[in-house]
């Protein structure tokens, strides 16, 4: 189509910001993180990878391709022409691109539950990130740049060969052809391009510079604990390609019985598929392979098998199970019977009494992909419950919709520069099956057991817990009685206890999130270390105020008064 005729696409500018209304005490601003450099510095790679972990460790991420929107935009892509600079009508539609684009992620973050947005598009001037640093400020999100530079030929030469040329933009495209029209793309940005300036321009930016796909970094002014995870993250990831293979330790006695956890040893099938396992990995002759094995028994001796040193890490031993751990399933429902059910209608969150929840277990794990991501080659000997966490990341999937991993299986992931191939790998070597079906009654929708304080379920038929000044409006906080108010007087206190007390006035005063009523922090010092006098004065406000006060040592209380109790 002509170009006249594309700037009547459908795509509305993005209307007045709505302010970002949230809790500044209990949550985080969401947060925009703007990816920029020049084309093939592989940016949607970070893009992509990054959400992919951000997802994992529980922070709902969505990447926001303004490639696509070019595509969708143009359906009949023409040659490197429409990305000259002085092109104004193609500027106009990339623009109304962006604009699109940023439409969306003003949705996802402000009513669809989404905390971290990732906005991948080249960004290469000032002039388009300032409108995109004023449309993260009008709406209360963080912002965090993230800026890829690389001068080496040989990657860049790799991104195009191995991305770019098969993109939908060249699919009726000769490679040879392909590859001149994109070189002529990257000369079109480079023409205008304006990198990140940490000395004047963008110093008081968040950001991070990746040179050279992770040879060096320069990171600036970051601000709290998402972008510290971010930048975290960056320096560890490479692009060398490699293999990581995922493996169950061999089938043991405890697996034979049906129990769950333990520390018991291979059985007799178990240390025939140790063997094999051996002689695969010799046959695939990687340099330099790393094992990595758990601190369990069966663990380690499927790792002794192969004849080679490896390491052994705590974090790789299998789920928790508390007070079911080397319980049968039947066991377990007939001295548990709600724990049994609890589990059933939520196993990524459930946590065993006294024991771990899938979630705690990608916590646990979190260490373990970090350095997997610094590592070549690695087989990794661990356990059900942790392999499917960590294939959930490769597979950038959350742990429960990872199916239960069968023994005498393994995963290996062949990682190259822009994917993860991931591929079952059998021994012939057969084994007892460890799965548990889900019941169907329980698929077809929430019982009614589910029981939560924030993530975890409870084991008693309690209300679900509340954080503490969830839910207080101005009905909520009683007035004190004067027979209450009574017992606060200062003489009265001195007749009980033999000790002064003090009371300080607040410094300010305390708005309860969600209440218009203001509240004032007052500190009442004791001159005691007596632990009865603290007791009295504690039960004694507590009464007046409907809240424990907080003893901080031997030494002061922090008490909450309503203005009419002062």
Not at 503 to 513: G, L, T
Request: glycine share 4%; proline share 5%; net charge neutral.
């Amino acid at each position: 189509h002509p170009l006249s005729s594309l700037l009547m696409l459908n795509v509305s500018k993005i209307e007045a910001p709505v302010s970002y209304v949230g809790n500044p005490h209990l949550t985080n601003a969401p947060t925009l993180i703007v990816m920029m450099g020049l084309p093939a510095r592989g940016k949607t790679y970070m893009a992509k990878k990054l959400t992919r972990y951000l997802n994992w460790i529980g922070l709902p991420t969505k990447v926001f391709n303004v490639g696509e929107y070019r595509r969708e935009a143009v359906k009949n892509y023409s040659s490197y022409d429409f990305f000259k600079p002085d092109n104004q009508d193609a500027v106009k539609i990339r623009q109304h691109c962006a604009v699109a684009a940023l439409r969306d992620v003003h949705a996802y973050l402000t009513k669809e539950g989404g905390q971290v947005a990732v906005f991948d598009a080249t960004n290469t001037t000032r002039d388009r990130r300032d409108m995109i640093l004023c449309f993260g400020y009008e709406n209360g999100f963080k912002m965090f740049f993230i800026e890829s530079v690389c001068d080496d030929p040989a990657v860049i030469a790799t991104n195009i060969m191995e991305v770019k040329v098969s993109s939908p933009d060249y699919q009726d495209c000769k490679m040879t052809d392909a590859v001149v029209d994109f070189q002529k793309r990257i000369e079109c940005y480079q023409a205008t391009y304006e990198p990140l300036d940490p000395d004047e321009y963008d110093r008081n930016l968040s950001f991070i510079k990746v040179i050279d796909v992770g040879r060096r970094f320069l990171v600036n002014r970051v601000q709290d604990h998402v972008q510290s995870r971010i930048v975290y993250y960056l320096m560890n990831i490479h692009v060398q390609p490699r293999t990581i293979y995922l493996c169950r330790h061999g089938e043991s006695e405890d697996n034979l019985q049906g129990r769950l956890g333990g520390d018991s040893s291979l059985s007799v099938k178990g240390r025939k598929f140790s063997v094999a396992l051996a002689q695969f990995m010799e046959l695939q002759n990687l340099q330099e392979l790393k094992v990595w094995s758990s601190q369990l028994r069966r663990s380690i001796q499927t790792a002794e098998a192969l004849g080679v040193s490896y390491e052994q890490w705590k974090a790789l031993n299998e789920i928790d199970a508390g007070v079911c751990e080397e319980m049968t399933y039947e066991e377990v429902k007939e001295r548990f019977p709600e724990e049994f059910a609890l589990r059933d209608q939520d196993k990524y969150y459930y946590r065993y009494p006294r024991g771990e929840s899938y979630q705690d277990l990608v916590q646990r794990l979190e260490p373990v992909i970090m350095e997997l991501e610094r590592q070549e080659n690695v087989l990794v000997i661990c356990h059900q419950a942790v392999m499917r966490c960590l294939l959930a990341y490769f597979l950038d999937k959350s742990a429960g919709e990872v199916s239960s991993r069968v023994l005498h299986h393994f995963w290996g992931n062949s990682i190259a520069l822009y994917g993860c191939k991931v591929e079952s790998i059998f021994l012939n070597v057969e084994a007892v099956d460890t799965h548990r079906d889900r019941p169907e009654q329980v698929k077809r929708g929430p019982g009614t057991l589910i029981r939560r304080n924030s993530i975890t379920p409870l084991t008693s038929p309690e209300p679900t817990k509340k954080s503490r000044f969830e839910g207080i409006d101005d009905q909520s906080i009683p007035e004190a009685s004067p027979a209450s108010l009574s017992l606060c007087m200062v003489p009265q206190l001195s007749a009980v206890l033999s000790t002064p007390v003090s009371v300080i006035p607040p410094p300010r005063p305390f708005f309860v999130p969600g209440s218009s009523k203001s509240l004032d922090w007052y500190s009442v010092s004791v001159s005691t270390s007596d632990f009865r006098t603290l007791s009295i004065l504690s039960a004694t406000f507590s009464m007046l105020c409907g809240y424990i006060p907080c003893v901080c040592g031997n030494w002061s209380l922090f008490v909450v008064f309503t203005a009419q109790s002062k």
